[in-house]
């Protein structure tokens, strides 16, 4: 058995100055999250946050929202409310309510590069079991980064996540992944929030990444709701979601999508 898989194609390396452009675009991004997460309260609808951010990036010369028309969706922003995990699209049916939690998912588009970013954000006060949901969320996404070394491969970065997620006893979401993105929203590279150490391919220098880890209160299944976009858990227990689009450096993992 070889461990440990080859190095990515040449053509998924950015240059140094792809990266930087990349982390303009992230931090508007960045921004264009936290102008949302502001407008989150209950009584507001999905379709309002959606309105909120796009009309934040289009502020920005040169930025335009990535996700908006992307295979067809209709909106900037993917709006998932509780037990939605992904791909919620934006409306104006859906109102938020005291104690809910919406993760809210846009890709930005800046001079020509793209960037990804997630975060799952309280309605109000939420209870003590949602809140650990979002903390172990976010504190696998922050170990998965971690793993996000030149000397690593994709699977120590879902290892990483992993280990985290089940010893707090919740679920990681298999059929969605991270991915590759810079040149494209989605490029031809998985990034599974699971695996082994030392598998998969190398994190080459250059390489540029959204990772994402879905976690899930209950089961790790998922279904996909009739509007052929929503993707929920298949128990109906609640998923969070958050997701930072990284550069593998010499000096370690550079995350793009922060304030400029
Ligand atoms: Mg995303
Ligand atoms: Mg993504």
Known sequence: MVLGGAAPPASL????????????????????????AAAVAPGVSTAELDAVGEAFIRSHAGAEPAFKG????????????????????????????????VSIDVGVKFEGMFTDSAITVPVGTIDAGTQRLLDVTRRALDVGIAAAIPE?????????????????????????????????PHEELQVPNHGKPKRGKRLAVGLTIAIEPMVNVGTARTKTLMDKWT??????????????????????????????
């Open 152 to 184: 690593n491969h994709v699977g120590d970065i879902g290892a990483a996540i992993q280990a985290v997620v089940e010893a707090e006893g919740f679920a990681v979401v298999r059929e969605l992944v991270g991915h590759a993105v810079g040149y494209a």
């Open 13 to 36: 390396l950015k240059s140094p100055r792809e990266i930087d452009i990349m982390a303009r675009g992230g931090a508007i991004l960045h921004a264009t999250l936290q102008a949302m």
């Open 231 to 260: 993707v929920v858990t298949a128990d109906g227990l609640r998923s969070a979601h958050f997701e930072h689009t990284i550069a593998v450096t010499p000096d370690g993992p550079r995350i793009l999508t922060l304030p400029g």
């Open 70 to 101: 992307l295979y067809g969706f209709p909106a900037a922003a993917c709006i998932s409310v509780n037990e939605e995990i992904v791909h919620g699209i934006p409306s104006r049916k859906k109102v938020l309510r005291e104690g809910d939690i």
